[in-house]
């Protein structure tokens, strides 16, 4: 019987250089596990890249490109008719559930995404920041008179997590068990845990869209379900793969960017002043804090032979494209490193092109709410100087946990 875990395992391996790849464009660069990530940050280990040439080779994880300038990432980008997000995992095959529209290219692509939409009107998210106000300051007023806390598990995967919740109507006195899904799925190295993340998540979304096709409410799964016999869906395999995509990006992506974003203020006491003085900016300083922490590395599939700056892309090939790597190209930004409140900053942090994050209007509220409420009542906060902060790498950029203690 073949071993369907072991050769999903073999896909993390390392491979031979191919012919065609110069040495000088090779490095032993593994993205799931950085060089300097030992030191606690995955900005600094990801930035080493720009030390070298702007697009790289690494055998690692199945070998592949990596683009690491932010001109070349947004050419990536902006090109599906030759970087493809049919394929979007490295090493390719690590994730073998199709996930419109995120997986589908133009003009395909728009007819996924219309069924996404109208979950994320302006309308729509400006009724929603009013609940995301009144949960964060139920957390705070649980969370405040303690005088510590582990931000990642009390905060961050709550408020977000729990108003994704109410979007596609999921229990939540489950919310933890979802979590932790989610987070194995993103950062999990062996396969058999890997794959059976995803499975569980597959197992337990396809009972609820039967039962959401049978009985629909107005949430986003029950809109999915209903799309189930519409022929812009191949098969009940893109219905199911919708719905793990949704799963996951609506429980992982503004946890880590708000643990990011509390990281930094905790040991910028000057900074976090400034936004308690000067609320109004606080709008500038999301996309400020954006820009810096550039949370996905994602493939593309190469579908067809290009020449580009002296790098051999050959049909078949992945190429990876870190966004964070175009937050800090010095290129771009003058001190990409330092948060500047001032700057006006444009970034592709939720994504250039067609495949632009669906859910970015709802992020970027639910930042500006934390920083309102969170600096409002807990102005003073500082990291716990016993257990210091641990950060990942992988397809998503995360924090695991992030003590806090402040005086009551």
Known sequence: MVDIYAQHQALYGRVQVPDHVPPELVT?????????????????????????PDIVW????????????????????????????????????????????????????ARYRAILNPFFTPSRVSRMREDAVALTRNLIEQIKPQGKCEFVNDFARVMPVTMFLGIVDLPLDQREQFVEWGVTFMTATDSKVKLGAQEKVVAYLQKVLDERAANPGDDLLSRIAGWRKNSRFQGDYEVIGMAV?????????????????????????????????????????????????????????????????????????????PISMSSMDDRLYDRPMEIDFDRNPEHNTFGNGPHKCVGSPLARAEIQVFLEEWLKAMPDFRLDPERPPVTHSGSVNGVDSLPLVWDV
């Open 58 to 109: 690494t055998p690692c994880n199945g070998g592949h490109w990596i683009v690491t300038r932010g001109e070349d990432i947004r050419f990536v980008q902006e090109n599906f008719e030759i970087f493809s997000h049919e394929v979007f995992t490295i090493p390719r095959g690590s994730s073998p559930i199709r996930m419109p529209p995120l997986t589908v290219d133009p003009p395909l692509h």
């Open 28 to 52: 032993d660069f593994d993205y799931l596990h950085p060089a300097g990530m030992e030191e606690g940050d995955v900005y600094t280990a990801w930035k080493r890249l720009h030390d070298g």
């Open 245 to 321: 995509l949704v799963f996951f990006g609506g429980l992982d992506t503004v946890a880590n960017m708000l643990s990011f974003i509390t990281r930094y203020l905790a040991q910028n006491r000057h900074q976090r002043q400034r936004l308690i003085d000067e609320p109004a900016i606080i709008p500038k300083a999301t996309e400020e804090f954006l820009r810096r922490f550039g949370l996905s590395n994602t493939g593309r599939l190469i579908l067809r032979d290009l020449e580009y700056k002296g790098a051999t892309f050959r049909k078949d090939e992945m190429v990876m494209v």
